[in-house]
């Protein structure tokens, strides 16, 4: 089967997401799409999914021009995604999510689970995925999860699969695991499209790769010749600094004192379980790990959105233990929140009103209760100038502005007092490469102008770079702590993945 | 993992993107209310389009509603067509010359006008925040009791007892405001159940104080209530020596409008000029980000619900001591639930409510007329005010109708299936 996207444009009022794209996807190969975020590879992929309409341009298959009004006339043509965030139903079986929505049924209507578990363990030992029919979902580990969503793709018959960012929530080992089960596709004969930002992963799993940038295809590499520097270059339309270039720290007082910390998540169960850590003035701290260990629930204690049930935070010798948030701000300590969108940003509000979010209400922003919108603009219009914040104006939504974007006004807003304590979540997620680099040179800076700094990242990479010192979260507990020069990735995603630190 | 929420890159870097906000109020939230939303033409457009709408279809309504055109259409359509256009021509021209067209149609559409607005703000407050308000009646009806009760206890010059009143109604309103703002923020009681509850009791609780010897007027049985003192009274607006016209019976319009004015622009100070404003619109807009930056948003629902009754109490005393002199069962009708439909059409913006009241203002008016003039029912108006609603809350619809231009069609498909 061959798949050709021919002279894709897609117009969005005021907005040109995909400009004559041209791709080909053969049965057999993977073909890598590469691009930043907002480069468009989701507006393709739905075009091709048939969940929006080319403004121009025409999709064929094998020769013949084909119409898609919805996803099912994409899946009858056999093409299958693999979205980002599984589409799975929790409380049902592996079999039952499986065949939902054509489901096999006998006689009245009843359902034939029977025949679901058959298919299930088929497409299963086919691939060697050894997913359990019976398996309930919630109670399965996300890399299982995945497979899960490639056994419903496959059990539909597709021939092309797209992946989007499929890599996002796996630990290392997962990677490689999936990475085995893509080859195996690929050797049957299917055709894979990966979405993805991870110039690594690309080069080590892509036959072809096509760059996407500011919605056109502005190159085909071949994996064999290309390297990290010259996809990135592609990638971003310029040089750019992959590494990231700081001092070695010098480290003096404590800072963040955490004690023997218990957290309980939403579900009263306990997520962070008794850590101990110490922050230190000038260094900065990585919390790798994979997503859903306490990261989220530790950071949340820290900065006063989630009660701890035990132990102690102080920051500069003064006791923070379930503070409010204002406390925390108070306090000096600048928190990027882990979900800029939900927490971070009122999106339907001003980047000025937006740049003033958490310090409305004291000088030089406001007198008593009176808002010195002036004083704000102004403010806001410093910050936009020193922060690279690519914007028309400072009185535009929040909503308006590209991921990376929306990024560096948290930077900014959280950056621009002075700080003794950094907590950053998750910084650069979503973001940019352009923009990665501009975050990961303030958070150095801010730490070479005297503040603590703690980094809470799901990309390994990112903790890698930036960490002075790692800390290692699994189910809740720091299981390890490494320098980032004395160690490695996959020795991290041991850890990561549960293995106990020997030291 | 439910937590983990992405960034999609739908459209290239640098151009509005279409992400939705993952924790502030919903799209249709928005669409309906105009919260959050800066497009100020389609703010103005979609509800001026929806006014028209409303008309042509109100017309509609009043040709199918006359029986005898209709048997003419059969032997005679020319004169059945005529007869059909003087009958909605009549109709609107009454309604229009009732609202407008004089001083005492004018005096009505302003009396009327005024606790509308004021009950509208309340709403509108309450969106600006995310709450949905519907209990504008029943804090109009507490607020009103109280002004009432300080009206008829003293006699004082006008210049304090005014004020004191006025200050009765806000007391009144924000207290019963608070309880559903108190519940929902100590016990997750949702405002629509608690307010919607409140303006029962609210309503018979008035029916029981107005046959209670303290409140009712001496020598009645029927529930009135005793009269407001004259110092106590909204002084007329144009009664006063330096008007330079003789009425026959001098129109009944009072300081209650500009009453409303005024507080409606105090109401768009604090909002927009002010922390608790900020305050209020950041927790209306994504209570997570609210709470993220410090602002004690438990608290906030409190707050934004005290200023909400507040505002219809102020209706309730435009009532009782403006239009009515005295307190009768029901004494502000269904002004608390009109004022939800009021603060829709002004998109939720205090100079909306204000246009909007008097439009709603001027539909009550000229309704009177179109009955009496015109012979069409009164509830034709109603009808008209129901049918601008409907077109409000489809703004596609509106939209679809007169092809304004959407405003992101990436924004509308993203929302129906991203995360």
Same mark, same amino acid.
């Given at each position: 089967?061959?798949?050709?996207?021919?002279?894709?444009?897609?117009?969005?009022?005021?907005?040109?997401?995909?400009?004559? &794209?041209?791709?080909?996807?053969?049965?057999?190969?993977?073909?890598?799409?590469?691009?930043?975020?907002?480069?468009?590879?989701?507006?393709?992929?739905?075009?091709?999914?048939?969940?929006?309409?080319?403004?121009?341009?025409?999709?064929?298959?094998?020769g013949?021009?084909?119409?898609?009004?919805?996803?099912?006339?994409?899946?009858?043509?056999?093409?299958?995604?693999?979205?980002?965030?599984?589409?799975?139903?929790?409380?049902? /079986?592996?079999?039952?999510?499986? *065949?939902?929505?054509?489901?096999?049924?006998?006689?009245?209507?009843?359902?034939?689970?029977?025949e679901?578990?058959?298919?299930?363990?088929?497409?299963?030992? =086919?691939?060697?995925?050894?997913?359990?029919?019976?398996?309930?979902?919630?109670?399965?580990?996300?890399?299982?999860?995945?497979?899960?969503?490639?056994?419903?793709?496959?059990?539909?018959?597709?021939?092309?699969?797209?992946?989007?960012?499929?890599?996002?929530?796996?630990?290392?080992?997962?990677?490689?695991?999936?990475?085995?089960?893509?080859?195996?596709?690929?050797?049957?004969?299917?055709?894979?499209?990966?979405?993805?930002?991870?110039?690594?992963?690309?080069?080590?799993?892509?036959?072809?790769?096509?760059?996407?940038?500011?919605?056109?295809? *502005?190159?085909?590499?071949?994996?064999?010749?290309?390297?990290?520097?010259?996809?990135?270059?592609?990638m971003?339309?310029?040089?750019?600094?992959?590494?990231?270039?700081?001092?070695?720290?010098?480290?003096?007082?404590?800072?963040?004192?955490?004690r023997?910390?218990?957290?309980?998540?939403?579900?009263?169960?306990?997520?962070?379980?008794?850590?101990?850590?110490?922050?230190?003035?000038?260094?900065?701290?990585?919390?790798?790990?994979?997503?859903?260990?306490?990261?989220?629930? !530790?950071?949340?204690a820290?900065?006063?959105?989630?009660?701890?049930?035990?132990?102690?935070?102080?920051?500069?010798?003064?006791?923070?233990?379930?503070?409010?948030?204002?406390? *925390?701000?108070?306090?000096?300590?600048?928190?990027?929140?882990?979900?800029?969108?939900?927490?971070?940003?009122?999106?339907?509000?001003?980047?000025?009103?937006?740049?003033?979010?958490?310090?409305?209400?004291?000088?030089?922003?406001?007198?008593?209760?009176?808002?010195?919108?002036?004083?704000?603009?102004?403010?806001?219009?410093?910050?936009?100038?020193?922060?690279?914040?690519?914007?028309?104006?400072?009185?535009?939504?929040?909503?308006?502005?590209?991921?990376?974007?929306?990024?560096k006004?948290?930077?900014?807003?959280?950056?621009?007092?002075?700080v003794?304590?950094v907590?950053a979540?998750?910084?650069?997620?979503?973001?940019? &490469?352009?923009?990665?680099?501009?975050?990961?040179?303030?958070?150095?800076?801010?730490?070479? =102008?005297?503040?603590?700094?703690?980094?809470?990242?799901?990309?390994?990479?990112?903790?890698?770079?930036? /960490?002075?010192?790692?800390?290692?979260?699994?189910?809740?507990?720091?299981?390890?702590e490494?320098?980032?020069?004395?160690?490695?990735?996959?020795?991290?995603?041991?850890?990561?993945?549960?293995? /106990?630190?020997?030291? | 993992?439910?937590?983990d929420?992405?960034?999609?890159?739908?459209?290239?870097?640098? =151009?509005?993107?279409?992400?939705?906000?993952?924790?502030?109020?919903?799209? !249709?939230?928005?669409?309906?209310?105009?919260?959050?939303?800066?497009?100020?033409?389609?703010?103005?457009?979609?509800p001026?389009?929806?006014?028209?709408?409303a008309?042509?279809v109100?017309?509609?309504?009043?040709?199918?509603?006359?029986?005898?055109?209709?048997?003419?259409?059969?032997?005679?359509?020319?004169?059945?067509?005529?007869?059909?256009?003087?009958?909605?021509k009549?109709?609107?021209?009454?309604?229009?010359?009732?609202?407008?067209?004089?001083?005492?149609?004018?005096?009505?559409?302003?009396?009327?006008?005024?606790?509308?607005?004021?009950?509208?703000?309340?709403?509108?407050?309450?969106?600006q925040?995310?709450?949905?308000?519907?209990?504008?009646?029943? =804090?109009?009806?507490?607020?009103?009791?109280?002004?009432?009760?300080?009206?008829?206890?003293?006699?004082?010059?006008?210049?304090?007892h005014?004020?004191?009143?006025?200050?009765?109604?806000?007391?009144?309103?924000?207290?019963?405001?608070?309880?559903?703002?108190?519940?929902?923020?100590?016990?997750?009681?949702?405002?629509?159940?608690?307010?919607?509850?409140?303006?029962?009791?609210?309503?018979?609780?008035?029916?029981?104080?107005?046959?209670?010897?303290?409140f009712?007027?001496?020598?009645?049985?029927?529930?009135?209530?005793? /009269?407001?003192?004259?110092?106590a009274?909204?002084?007329?607006?144009?009664?006063?020596?330096?008007?330079?016209?003789?009425?026959?019976?001098?129109?009944?319009?009072?300081?209650?409008?500009?009453?409303?004015?005024?507080?409606?622009?105090?109401?768009?100070?604090?909002?927009?000029?002010?922390?608790?404003?900020?305050?209020?619109?950041?927790?209306?807009?994504?209570?997570?980000?609210?709470?993220?930056?410090?602002?004690?948003?438990?608290?906030?629902?409190?707050?934004?619900?005290?200023?909400?009754?507040?505002?219809?109490? !102020?209706?309730?005393?435009?009532?009782?001591?403006?239009?009515?002199?005295?307190?009768?069962?029901?004494?502000?009708?269904?002004?608390?639930?009109?004022?939800?439909?009021?603060?829709?059409?002004?998109?939720?913006?205090?100079?909306?409510?204000?246009?909007?009241? !008097?439009?709603?203002?001027?539909l009550?008016?000229?309704?009177?007329?179109?009955?009496?003039?015109?012979d069409?029912?009164?509830?034709?108006?109603?009808?008209?005010?129901?049918?601008?609603?409907?077109?409000?809350?489809?703004?596609?619809?509106?939209k679809?109708?007169?092809?304004?231009?959407?405003?992101?069609?990436?924004?509308?498909?993203?929302?129906?299936?991203?995360?």
């Open positions: 089967m061959e798949l050709e996207l021919r002279g894709i444009t897609k117009r969005f009022p005021g907005v040109l997401a995909n400009d004559n &794209v041209n791709l080909t996807i053969r049965s057999g190969e993977i073909l890598c799409l590469l691009g930043e975020n907002g480069a468009g590879k989701s507006t393709l992929m739905n075009i091709m999914y048939g969940l929006y309409t080319a403004t121009e341009g025409d999709i064929l298959i094998d013949d021009v084909v119409n898609f009004d919805g996803p099912g006339d994409a899946i009858a043509a056999g093409i299958g995604m693999v979205h980002q965030h599984f589409m799975l139903v929790p409380v049902f /079986s592996v079999a039952e999510n499986v *065949v939902l929505g054509v489901e096999p049924t006998l006689t009245g209507g009843v359902l034939d689970i029977e679901a578990r058959d298919d299930v363990r088929k497409i299963s030992g =086919q691939y060697n995925l050894d997913v359990d029919p019976d398996a309930i979902i919630e109670q399965l580990p996300v890399g299982l999860q995945q497979r899960v969503e490639i056994i419903k793709v496959l059990f539909r018959d597709a021939e092309i699969l797209v992946f989007d960012e499929p890599t996002a929530v796996l630990t290392p080992q997962e990677v490689q695991e999936f990475f085995g089960i893509i080859r195996k596709l690929k050797d049957d004969g299917k055709g894979i499209i990966f979405i993805t930002h991870k110039l690594k992963e690309v080069l080590e799993i892509a036959d072809r790769i096509a760059v996407l940038r500011r919605g056109a295809v *502005v190159g085909e590499a071949d994996p064999a010749t290309a390297t990290e520097v010259s996809l990135a270059e592609l971003v339309g310029r040089p750019v600094e992959l590494k990231v270039s700081k001092a070695d720290a010098d480290p003096t007082d404590v800072v963040l004192e955490v023997d910390l218990d957290v309980l998540n939403v579900h009263n169960q306990l997520a962070v379980d008794s850590v101990s850590f110490d922050v230190r003035r000038g260094e900065i701290v990585g919390i790798a790990g994979v997503q859903g260990n306490g990261q989220t629930e !530790l950071v949340e820290l900065t006063g959105l989630r009660e701890s049930v035990g132990g102690r935070v102080s920051v500069g010798g003064v006791d923070l233990t379930n503070a409010s948030p204002r406390e *925390v701000h108070n306090a000096s300590v600048a928190h990027v929140p882990e979900d800029r969108q939900r927490s971070g940003l009122v999106m339907s509000f001003t980047l000025t009103e937006n740049f003033v979010l958490d310090s409305y209400y004291d000088e030089p922003f406001s007198q008593g209760i009176k808002m010195d919108w002036d004083r704000s603009r102004q403010e806001a219009g410093r910050l936009i100038q020193e922060f690279d914040v690519r914007t028309p104006s400072s009185e535009i939504p929040a909503s308006n502005l590209s991921g990376g974007n929306q990024q006004v948290i930077v900014a807003r959280e950056f621009s007092r002075d003794a304590l907590i979540s998750q910084p650069t997620r979503g973001v940019d &490469v352009g923009s990665i680099e501009f975050i990961h040179e303030r958070i150095v800076a801010e730490r070479d =102008q005297g503040a603590a700094v703690l980094i809470v990242s799901s990309e390994l990479d990112e903790v890698m770079a930036l /960490s002075d010192r790692i800390l290692v979260m699994f189910d809740g507990k720091v299981v390890a490494k320098r980032p020069e004395q160690t490695t990735n996959a020795e991290l995603g041991l850890y990561m993945a549960g293995a /106990s630190s020997d030291g | 993992m439910a937590d929420r992405d960034v999609t890159d739908d459209v290239a870097a640098e =151009q509005p993107s279409a992400e939705t906000p993952s924790g502030g109020p919903s799209e !249709l939230f928005s669409d309906l209310t105009g919260v959050g939303r800066f497009d100020w033409r389609s703010n103005a457009l979609v001026l389009l929806a006014i028209i709408s008309l042509i109100g017309a509609l309504i009043i040709a199918f509603g006359d029986l005898d055109t209709l048997k003419l259409w059969g032997s005679d359509p020319g004169e059945a067509f005529s007869q059909t256009w003087t009958t909605v009549d109709a609107y021209v009454a309604l229009f010359e009732g609202a407008v067209g004089g001083w005492t149609p004018i005096s009505e559409t302003l009396t009327r006008a005024a606790p509308l607005i004021l009950a509208g703000l309340a709403v509108a407050v309450g969106f925040a995310g709450l949905f308000n519907i209990g504008a009646n029943g =804090q109009m009806l507490i607020g009103g009791m109280f002004a009432l009760v300080i009206g008829f206890q003293f006699s004082l010059p006008g210049i304090i005014i004020p004191l009143v006025i200050a009765g109604g806000l007391l009144g309103g924000a207290i019963w405001g608070a309880i559903p703002g108190y519940l929902r923020a100590k016990t997750g009681a949702h405002e629509v159940i608690t307010t919607i509850m409140l303006n029962f009791i609210a309503l018979r609780l008035v029916d029981y104080l107005l046959t209670v010897n303290y009712q007027l001496e020598g009645r049985n029927d529930p009135v209530s005793k /009269s407001v003192a004259e110092s009274r909204y002084p007329r607006l144009l009664s006063a020596d330096w008007i330079p016209f003789e009425f026959t019976r001098i129109p009944r319009v009072h300081i209650g409008i500009i009453i409303a004015v005024i507080t409606a622009w105090v109401i768009w100070w604090i909002l927009y000029r002010s922390t608790i404003g900020f305050e209020f619109r950041a927790v209306g807009a994504n209570p997570d980000g609210a709470r993220y930056a410090g602002m004690n948003v438990i608290w906030l629902y409190v707050g934004v619900m005290a200023v909400a009754g507040a505002l219809a109490g !102020l209706g309730g005393a435009d009532q009782v001591a403006g239009t009515l002199g005295r307190a009768t069962p029901g004494f502000v009708g269904v002004i608390g639930f009109d004022a939800i439909a009021l603060a829709l059409l002004g998109r939720s913006h205090p100079a909306g409510v204000v246009a909007a009241g !008097l439009l709603f203002g001027g009550a008016a000229g309704g009177q007329q179109m009955q009496v003039a015109a069409v029912g009164i509830d034709i108006v109603q009808v008209i005010q129901a049918l601008i609603i409907m077109f409000i809350a489809a703004p596609a619809l509106i679809a109708i007169y092809r304004v231009k959407a405003e992101t069609e990436a924004a509308q498909l993203t929302s129906g299936w991203g995360t």
